[in-house]
Each structure stands twice: as structure tokens, then as C-alpha cells.
């Protein structure tokens, strides 16, 4: 088994303990070797109602430091939408450096999880 393999499973075995609702989506995170994507998704409609990446920030630095603004903009997305709880699906990734600083800046920015 690969590393793929084995988030893949690790994913999945998180997924059967994680779902969304309207009221309290799941949120989100796949990370990429370049970028961090973060989406809200209601499982019970199966829709997305929200996303947010590193694609839309502007500007350099560190990875880690774009996975917290990217925190932070996904619970500016969903405090618009008026959401404030969410349940934490870290995609099968350690909960560790991005993953880490995106949660820690979206619980700062509001988000309760």
C-alpha cells in the first residue's frame, strides 16, 4: 500500500463517523502538494455550500500560513451563509501543520467544531 492508498482508507473510516447537515456541515479539507482546498458540504442534500482555496488568495509566503487565510476565508463564506457550527473532516490527514493552522484559524475567525 502507498500513502495514497492509506489516507484513502483513513478517509473512509472517518467518513462512516462524519456527516454533515444543514444545520451543521461537514468541513471539508484536501490537500494538494501546492494548494489546500476547504468546501462545506451538506451530506443529507448532498450539496456544496461553500469552498474555498489557496487558488483564490493573493500573495506568497509559506504554505501554512496560506492554509490559515484559507481558514479564515472559508468562515467568512459560512458566517455569510450564517453558520457557524461545523463538523471537522481533515480528509484522512493528520491533524498537523496545514491542516492544523487552516482549523486553528477558522475556529479564530468563528467557526465552532
Known sequence: MNRRSQRKLRHHRVRAK???SQSKPRLNVFRSLSNIYVQLIDDENGRTLAAASSQEI???GKKSQ???EVGKLAAQ???ALGIKKVVFDRGGYKYHG???ELAEA???AGLEF
Open 18 to 20: 462524519v456527516v454533515g
Open 58 to 60: 493573493k500573495g506568497n
Open 66 to 68: 496560506i492554509a490559515a
Open 77 to 79: 463564506k459560512s458566517l
Open 98 to 100: 496545514r491542516i492544523k
Open 106 to 108: 477558522a475556529r479564530a
